[in-house]
């Protein structure tokens, strides 16, 4: 069964292919069954392998499988390889199973779309590339799913593409992420050179002979942080993901919150031998994830934009992810990403669900009341709210954020004042999530939906929406009885500083903190956006509160930033180099051939003495030449 | 058969002749003087062979010779004719008026 494991990236890159050779020929019925089918497919084979290897994990944990070789360039032969274990396993099964749902709900939320066989092309693609990024065995390997996701997130942000903002949003995510990629692929060429292999296990074991520390390690981890950063949209780089929700919203659900944007949550997960020899690379990445989720978490609260809610959201919580890689609790990050790619997943598709009933509308304070009209959705998106705010016992998930606050309080340096920025990142957490809720569903009626959302829609919906509340059920169990859940599983194959608390007594203390944080913040956002809304509006109507609030708004003015900081003295420099200074050069070298050009054609005037003459007057100088030298 | 003229001497006056055809190849504008000393520089030049052929005691030179006459008589025949054909078209023998293939 194991061996069965290249079809789960062949399926839909098979589909991929299908779709764009068939382009127009193909009826929308077939494009439909060519795309759901081929990534449920996927995601069958992937039930399967992933249920085969759970029960005989091979020696090791991980099983590799070598399908061919992709080139031979001296001591250099990367092997197109995938290899299977906990974590690449884990990563596996999320891509298939929530591409799988939100392939289901694209056909009935793209349905309408004149571009339906193109936006599944490019869906297919983007699963096969994601699966190539967590299955491959090899950095280059890796390096071209990388790539791949980040066409992908590329071609489907600009999927409409007659707009053109939507182009410029593209763009700007490519450029963003562009900046990133770079720094990765020197940091391949880095470990490459140092160990002469970029098998990932190979590096890793070589990784292992060098001391904490190593100047070596410190830089190829730095190089590999920086990739990660700009396709995760940390700080400094997060600037293209609120813009990216140009793109249709299963694309924002798929690629912008559940499995592309979590790519440098893998990446370092899967170097975590590198990183862990790397200590202050980890520290940085330990500080980007505080202060991003942080940072996003204020501007989320802010958003008018129901997807940009979302947006500051995701890179919230991938904040989150980084501070656990940051502290070293590898399982608590890849444990928080298995959760949080199912209920962002779920509230972007319940987001698209609301903006598709409204016609397009995207403002939350022009929906509100919408608790009677799409009964449905407001219970799957209250599910998803309140796990993604962590309540329990309504959510059996809560606790994947809460691992992560323990292991970072257990870090020892530091990890009180980290702690203490995650722990407000959590209020903020629950305030935007159900201020959002809150408008959205509650209150006065604003706009009449047109229509029911199809049934097709609801269902995806409603199943990630529920997946995501029930997934944490076996970690819950490990706290309640001590059986070895996920947790361990995850540990067992990324071996890491895991700490605990003293006493389980700590451990509730820590808990019902962390129970009240998301109460009160839901408390907060009921009172604020429910009863006191008119309150809130002459806040942020003062001064201050207005600046704020811009500032906020604009996501603490990155983007202006980096326009004055980066574009403008770009563009400065290229208008005072419009004549091309290093052009001059050849430009002269063009000039003096045209002048002896012209002097020599003067000497072309058709009479044939005057070329006899110069016939003999060269005789005589290589005769010259000949007698005096 | 003893050598009469030194063969220095011989060569000298070869020279000279390839260098007054020449002069007169650029300097003149009558075709038929062009082509008169067009004939002078064949003949410097056999008569250069022949000096080096007794020389070095060897016959070659003298059957260059015969070549080079070949060659002239050839020469003559064709651009005597041409002449021709120049006179007729042009009506007269300048070759300034024939160069309209310049530039």
Known sequence: ?629 | MTAIVPVPVGLTVAALLFCIGLIGVLVRRNIIVILLSIEMMFNACGLAFVFAGSYWLQPDGQVMYFFILTVAAAEVSVGLSLVLQMYRQFGSLDVNTINRMRG
Not at chain 1, 592 to 608: A, H, K, P, Q
């Open chain 1, 1 to 629: 069964m194991l061996s069965l494991l290249w079809l789960v990236p062949a399926l839909p890159l098979a589909g991929f292919l299908i779709l764009v050779l068939g382009g127009k020929r193909l009826s929308h019925q077939a494009v439909s069954v060519v795309a759901v089918g081929s990534t449920g497919f996927s995601a069958i084979v992937a039930i399967l392998v992933g249920a085969t290897h759970f029960r005989f994990a091979p020696g090791g944990g991980a099983y590799s499988q070598t399908l061919w070789q992709w080139m031979r360039v001296g001591d250099f032969a990367p092997s197109v390889t995938l290899s299977l274990d906990a974590l690449s396993l884990t990563m596996m099964l999320v891509v298939t199973i929530v591409g799988f749902l939100i392939h289901v709900y694209s056909t009935a939320f793209m349905a309408a779309d004149e571009g339906y066989g193109r936006f599944f092309a490019y869906m297919n693609l983007f699963v096969a590339s994601m699966l190539i990024l967590v299955l491959a065995d090899d950095l280059l390997f890796l390096y071209l799913g990388w790539e791949g996701v980040g066409l992908c997130s590329y071609l489907l942000i600009g999927f409409w593409y007659k707009d053109r903002d939507n182009v410029r949003a593209a763009l700007k995510a490519f450029w963003v992420t562009r900046a990133g990629d770079t720094a990765l692929a020197i940091g391949v060429f880095l470990l490459f050179t140092s160990f002469g292999t970029l098998r990932i296990h190979a590096i890793l074991e070589n990784v292992a002979g060098y001391p904490v520390g190593a100047p070596l390690c410190n830089v190829a981890a730095a190089l590999l942080l920086a990739g990660a950063v700009a396709k995760s949209a940390q700080l400094p780089l997060q600037v293209w993901l609120p813009d990216a929700m140009a793109g249709p919203t299963p694309v924002s659900a798929l690629i912008h919150a559940a499995t592309m944007v979590t790519a440098g949550v893998y990446l370092i997960g899967r170097m975590h031998a590198l990183f862990l020899k790397a200590p202050t690379a980890l520290f940085i990445v330990a500080v980007i994830g505080a202060t991003t989720l942080l940072l996003a978490a204020f501007s989320a609260v802010t958003q008018h934009d129901i997807k940009r809610i979302l947006a500051y959201s995701t890179i919230s919580q991938i904040g989150y992810m980084f501070l656990a890689l940051g502290v070293g609790a590898w399982a608590a990050a890849i444990y928080h990403f298995v959760t949080h790619a199912f209920f962002k997943s779920a509230l972007f598709l319940g987001a698209g669900v609301v903006i598709q009933a409204l016609g397009g509308e995207h403002d939350i304070f022009r929906m509100g009341g919408l608790r009677r009209r799409l009964p449905v959705a407001f219970w799957a998106f209250m599910f998803a709210a309140l796990t993604l705010a962590a309540v329990p016992p309504l959510t059996l998930t809560f606790n994947s954020k809460d691992l992560i606050l323990n292991q970072v309080w257990l870090s020892g340096r530091s990890g009180a004042v980290l702690w203490a920025l995650a722990a407000a990142g959590s209020l903020l957490t629950a305030l935007y999530t159900f201020r959002m809720a809150f408008v959205v569903f509650l209150g006065p009626e604003q706009t009449r939906p047109m229509d029911k959302p199809p049934l097709w829609m609801l269902v995806p919906f409603a199943v990630l929406s529920l997946l995501g509340a029930v997934i944490g059920v076996p970690e819950l169990l490990n706290a309640l009885t001590g059986v070895k859940g996920f947790y361990y599983y995850l540990d067992s194959a990324m071996s890491g500083p895991v700490h605990e608390f003293d006493a389980s007594v700590t451990e509730w203390v820590f808990q019902g903190i962390y129970v009240a944080i998301s109460a009160i913040g839901i408390a907060l956002a009921y009172v604020f956006y429910e009863h006191a809304l008119a309150y809130v509006r002459s806040v942020t109507a003062t001064r201050v509160g207005s600046l704020l609030h811009r500032l906020l708004f604009a996501g603490w003015g990155f983007d202006w930033l980096y326009r004055h900081l980066i574009a403008v003295p770009y563009v400065r420099v290229a208008r005072l180099n419009r004549g091309d200074v290093v052009d001059l050069l050849y430009v002269a070298v063009a000039h003096v051939s045209r002048g002896i050009n012209m002097l020599l054609s003067l000497t072309v005037n058709g009479n044939v003495r005057w070329y006899a003459a110069g016939v003999a007057a060269g005789a005589v100088v290589v005769l010259g030449l000949v007698v005096l030298l």
